[in-house]
């Protein structure tokens, strides 16, 4: 099986910082692709920022400039360095990993438990 595993998370003020951590592990052939999404309170969740195998990256209009998404590929590993954050930025942060198990199989979608990031006014 493939786990997921968030980190990172915590409580920082306005236009403070945080890099949060994320780790796929497990049954792996390959990783097409990692991201980041959020949900905060009474919202659905949404994409903050994604990047591809080809380092291809893509932001939501909100995070642009703010956020930067890296990959470690030998470690299967993803990162977010999150900057200049807001009391908007609080939500729980999911990351995704896009994997292909084994060369037999299609590329599945793999979420992590979450790690929670609130931002005081």
């Known amino acids: 099986q493939v786990q997921v595993v968030e980190s990172g998370g915590g409580l920082v003020q306005a236009g403070g910082s945080l890099r949060l951590s994320c780790a796929a592990s497990?049954?792996?052939?390959?990783?097409?692709?990692m991201g980041w999404y959020r949900q905060a309170p009474g919202n659905k969740r949404e994409l903050v920022a994604r990047?591809?195998?080809?380092?291809?990256?893509n932001y939501a209009d909100s995070v642009k400039g703010r956020f930067t998404i890296s990959r470690d590929n030998a470690k299967n590993t993803v990162y977010l360095q999150m900057n200049s954050l807001k009391p908007g930025d609080t939500a729980v942060y999911y990351c995704?990993?896009?994997?292909?198990?084994?060369?037999?199989?299609?590329?599945?979608?793999?979420w992590g438990q979450g790690t929670q990031v609130t931002v005081s006014s």
């Open positions: 990047i591809t195998s080809d380092d291809n990256t």
């Open positions: 995704k990993a896009d994997v292909r198990p084994m060369v037999t199989m299609r590329t599945y979608q793999f």
């Open positions: 497990g049954t792996i052939f390959s990783i097409d692709a």
